[in-house]
């Protein structure tokens, strides 16, 4: 799971899925680069170890046609109360106790 490496493993391990799918799309390093109007070494460093500015980063995404992943990278969870939460984990519903009518014996 990703949410469970340091950051740069996870940065090294997107480097190496964006030179897997730069050779995907049948484009070399310098190509790449002038299609993301960037240097040639600034796309060797984020293959080579993940490094670059998120604009690079978002540049890079653009001229592979992968930018679409990029939508739901800071996206707010849908769960907006914690009645939802707790439904969404899968957990007891909450419940009131009921109200004793007016005659029951106390």
Do not use: W, Y
Not at 9 to 26: D, E, K, S, T
Not at 64 to 92: C, H, N, R, W
Request: charged fraction near 20%; charge should be positive; hydrophobic fraction near 50%.
């Amino acid at each position: 799971m990703i949410d469970l490496l340091p950051a740069s493993a996870v940065c090294a391990q997107l480097g190496r899925r964006l030179r897997v799918l730069r050779l995907a799309r049948n484009l070399g390093q310098a190509e790449l680069a002038a299609r993301a109007g960037c240097s040639l070494s600034a796309v060797r460093r984020l293959e080579a170890q993940g490094q670059g500015s998120l604009e690079l980063v978002v540049r890079v995404a653009q001229a592979l046609q992968a930018a679409d992943g990029l939508g739901a990278l800071f996206e707010l969870p849908a769960v907006t109360s914690i009645a939802q939460a707790e439904a969404a984990a899968g957990g007891p519903v909450r419940r009131r106790a009921s109200r004793r009518s007016a005659g029951a014996a106390k």
